[in-house]
């Protein structure tokens, strides 16, 4: 199958620009492209892939499981379960090994919800 090549008509809008705006272009295309995709990672997660985020910041596999049911009691799943602690851990003034500890307890549990509940709040 022969297809006849469309490449110079196609390319005519981009003849009179420069390498340097050809490069932004290209970058402006490539995040229209990927925004939605982002998008839905952002407001998308699930106790598997929680998990998966747990076991590559060094929780054990048992230990990950845990905290991510901990976490989605909590109803903050979907602010990411390494992020909950994460940011348990800088209120805390503690790492993340002992902020797992604390999320763990009915106190922080409540401190992890009053971080989040706070910043939903500060966002509207």
Not at 4 to 26: A, M, N, P
Not at 84 to 92: D, F, Q, T, W
Request: net charge negative.
């Amino acid at each position: 199958m022969h297809r006849d090549s469309d490449y110079q008509v196609r390319r005519k809008h981009l003849e009179g620009l420069s390498e340097g705006e050809l490069d932004k272009k290209f970058w402006e295309l490539a995040n229209q492209i990927v925004k939605p995709l982002v998008e839905m990672a952002h407001g998308h997660t699930s106790p598997s892939i929680e998990r998966s985020v747990l076991l590559r910041l060094g929780f054990d596999s048992m230990s990950a499981g845990v905290l991510v049911k901990r976490v989605e009691e909590l109803g903050l799943l979907g602010h990411g379960a390494g992020n909950v602690l994460l940011k348990l851990s800088h209120a805390m003034g503690t790492d993340i090994q002992v902020a797992s500890e604390i999320i763990l307890t009915e106190a922080g549990g409540a401190k992890a919800r009053e971080l989040f509940l706070a910043s939903e709040e500060s966002a509207e």
